[in-house]
């Protein structure tokens, strides 16, 4: 692992309500391909905010970030929401699926929106991206039908639909229970370890977070280790 995939350098942003504070104090770091890390901290110690601002969410901040080798800091909305489409794929805390839409269909959803294939070619690889999650025989069936811990396998197999190069995971695991909280841990670990998927998430869970690859812990805004 020597590729860098992600470079942050002296981001510094500011909340400006009720009063001109720093949430986030001359970050840098760098993140290689195929690393699976974890940013851990206190409530409102800026870690989420960071996570915004890796993910080009946010651009109102100090610094220049790089993905993937291109200085995204400076481009514009639409630039930049190209960019997310083909570079980044998002998991949260709620799997964020349509309800009234196939599990296939709420995978397929950016990568017809990316338009880089057709919808057959679209519609494969979700079948692979849900059969490498485990959940291909559940493909046809409504998303609101499926378990809490399937639909978050579902939501993981739409952020990978557009082979990013980060996955990005504000508490991917939040609401699921320790068994499905180890199922979906092993997933993004297997992710990485086994097609050197690069993945960054925000995580409140010590144990998830000790056995990703790194831990960046903050506080105050500040990175501390």
């Known amino acids: ?26 970050i ?3 993140v290689q391909k195929g690393e699976f890390l974890s940013l851990v901290g206190k409530s409102g110690c ?15 901040y100090e610094g220049k970030l790089a993905l993937n080798g291109v200085e995204v800091s400076g481009k514009n909305q639409n630039e930049l929401a190209a960019f997310r489409g083909a570079h980044i794929g998002f998991v949260f805390q709620f799997h964020y699926l349509l ?40 493909a046809e069936k409504r998303a609101s039908k499926l378990s809490g811990g399937q639909q978050q396998r579902v939501a993981i197999a739409r952020a990978l639909i557009n082979d990013p190069t980060i996955i990005m995971g504000d508490e991917p695991t939040g609401n699921l229970d320790s068994t499905n909280t180890k199922i979906v841990f092993d997933i993004l ?11 960054i998430t925000v995580t409140h869970d010590q144990e998830f977070a000790r056995k990703s690859d790194r831990i960046i812990e903050m506080s105050d805004g500040h990175i501390l280790s």
């Open 99 to 138: 309800p009234e839409f196939t599990c296939i269909e709420n995978v397929m959803i950016p990568a017809l929106k990316l338009g880089r294939y057709s919808r057959n070619e679209v519609r494969q690889k979700a079948l692979e991206k849900l059969d490498l999650l485990g959940v291909k025989e559940q």
């Open 46 to 60: 800026g870690k989420s905010t960071l996570l915004y601002v890796l993910s080009t969410m946010d651009t109102s």
């Open 1 to 26: 692992m020597n590729d860098i995939v992600l470079n942050a350098s002296h981001i510094t942003k500011y909340f400006h309500e009720p009063e001109t504070f720093a949430v986030l104090k001359d």
């Open 28 to 30: 840098s770091f760098e």
């Open 189 to 199: 670990k297997d992710l990485s370890r086994s097609y050197k998927q690069t993945i």
